[in-house]
């Protein structure tokens, strides 16, 4: 089961990873209202989410934060390595905390909560990037979204 959950996640990232290619970089400064954050601050805030509550919960598997939760990083391939590097670091430390049957230090009552709060997470803000992009006529058509989020999520894998 430990592996269909870990798998899930590193699915939850190729679909972040795969949305973050598929904004034009032009677009990464959309927001859906005036005061809300920009889509590049979006991207920017999940991967510092991601390395804040591992440093919280899980500081023995903790690196460096990034030096700002909300910046605008308009480049698609710094985005998608940011955020598999930072997957990588989740997906570690929930490893890690589970093999050895630990709890998490400082919020959730288990690690497979914390995975699953950091899914949630991101697909708010996946719908809100979606969202504004429409909104500023930017939208990602469901022929290039649907491979990229729900194929990622429901087709078998060939060993599955």
């Known amino acids: 089961m430990l592996e269909a959950l870990l798998d899930s996640w590193d699915r939850n990232n190729r679909i972040l990873v795969g949305l973050a290619r598929a904004v034009a970089p032009d677009a990464m400064d959309v927001r859906a209202a005036p005061d809300s954050p920009s889509v590049a601050e979006m991207f920017s805030h999940m991967h510092y989410v991601r390395l804040v509550f591992v440093a919280e919960d899980a500081p023995e598997s903790a690196v460096p934060l990034p030096a700002g939760e909300w910046v605008a990083e308009r480049d698609p391939d710094r985005v998608a390595q940011m955020l598999d590097d930072s997957a990588r670091v989740v997906h ?4 890690r905390r589970l093999s050895e049957g630990r709890a998490m230090d400082q919020h959730y009552d288990h690690p497979i909560l914390f995975l699953q709060h950091m899914i949630w997470h ?14 500023a006529g930017r939208p990602i058509p469901n022929t290039v979204a649907g491979p990229l989020t729900w194929g990622v999520w429901m087709n ?3 060993s599955g």
Request: aromatic fraction near 4%; hydrophobic fraction near 35%.
């Open 92 to 95: 570690e430390a929930v490893n």
């Open 122 to 135: 991101e697909g708010y803000h996946q719908g809100q990037i979606k969202l504004a992009l429409k909104l």
């Open 156 to 158: 078998k894998t060939p």
